[in-house]
């Protein structure tokens, strides 16, 4: 399994309806593709729909009580430090669908590694805290992984590790710049710790046609 630079996943915001696991992904790439979409989906419209929140709340000259408590909510979930307001908006990025899908099949085997399988850790998220759940790595007694009860977790603390790690503060000033995921990939290097890693990522992309799911 690939080095990844994580953080540990806070108290998120997002709500999902969706409870599929790693169990539903085990008949293949078309299988994987669409069991994930639907997941994937609701993840980018609760994204979002925070920020469109987040936007209104700024706006106005006098905020509630309510509308503060989930501000500086958004500002924990995303180390950002409270008003400031531009690093914030700039950190709320929406990974194009074939972005997560390539790098969710590539990191997990498309749904059939032993991780995915007993973790439902899709992205090869690893744990440094002895008190969440989590899975020891096969081959390595010092290494663990993040366990999620549900796939959308798993989707939803990789987006928000791309989202605040300084390392990829180039991949979310491209993403915020519209560009297609053939060209976000080289700034993955870091993630897969291999100069290869984007080559990888490219090879599923055009494989599996991956950006015909992007909108």
Same mark, same amino acid.
């Given at each position: 399994?690939?080095? *990844? %630079?994580?953080? +540990?996943?806070?108290?998120?915001?997002?709500? =999902?309806?969706? &409870? !599929?696991?790693?169990?539903?992904?085990?008949?293949?790439?078309?299988?994987?593709?669409?069991?994930?979409?639907?997941?994937?989906?609701?993840?980018?419209?609760?994204?979002?729909?925070?920020?469109?929140?987040?936007?209104?709340?700024?706006?106005?000259?006098?905020?509630?009580?309510?509308?503060?408590?989930?501000?500086?909510?958004?500002?924990?979930?995303?180390?950002?430090?409270?008003?400031?307001?531009?690093?914030?908006?700039?950190?709320? *990025? %929406?990974?194009? +669908?074939?972005?997560?899908?390539?790098?969710? =099949?590539?990191? &997990? !085997?498309?749904?059939?590694?032993?991780?995915?399988?007993?973790?439902?850790?899709?992205?090869?998220?690893?744990?440094?805290?002895?008190?969440?759940?989590?899975?020891?790595?096969?081959?390595?007694?010092?290494?663990?992984?993040?366990?999620?009860?549900?796939?959308?977790?798993?989707?939803?603390?990789?987006?928000?590790?791309?989202?605040?790690?300084?390392?990829?503060?180039?991949?979310?000033?491209?993403?915020?710049?519209?560009?297609?995921?053939?060209?976000?990939?080289?700034?993955?290097?870091?993630?897969?710790? =291999?100069?290869?890693?984007?080559?990888?990522?490219?090879?599923?992309?055009?494989?599996?046609?991956?950006?015909?799911?992007?909108?």
């Amino acid at each position: 399994m690939r080095k *990844i %630079i994580i953080f +540990t996943l806070t108290a998120f915001l997002f709500i =999902s309806s969706f &409870s !599929a696991t790693a169990a539903d992904l085990k008949k293949g790439s078309n299988s994987f593709i669409k069991t994930m979409l639907p997941i994937i989906t609701e993840v980018q419209n609760d994204i979002k729909q925070d920020k469109e929140k987040v936007t209104n709340i700024l706006n106005k000259s006098k905020i509630t009580k309510a509308e503060k408590e989930f501000l500086n909510e958004v500002y924990s979930t995303y180390r950002v430090r409270v008003g400031d307001k531009k690093t914030l908006m700039d950190k709320m *990025i %929406i990974p194009p +669908t074939s972005l997560i899908l390539a790098q969710a =099949s590539l990191e &997990s !085997a498309w749904g059939k590694s032993r991780v995915a399988q007993k973790s439902n850790n899709l992205f090869g998220m690893k744990s440094f805290n002895s008190s969440e759940p989590r899975l020891k790595a096969a081959q390595n007694s010092r290494v663990y992984y993040r366990k999620y009860e549900t796939i959308e977790e798993s989707v939803k603390d990789y987006v928000i590790n791309l989202s605040r790690h300084e390392a990829y503060q180039p991949l979310r000033k491209s993403i915020r710049n519209g560009e297609s995921t053939p060209s976000l990939i080289k700034h993955l290097v870091v993630y897969g710790g =291999s100069k290869s890693y984007p080559s990888e990522l490219s090879k599923v992309i055009k494989g599996n046609n991956l950006t015909k799911y992007d909108i």
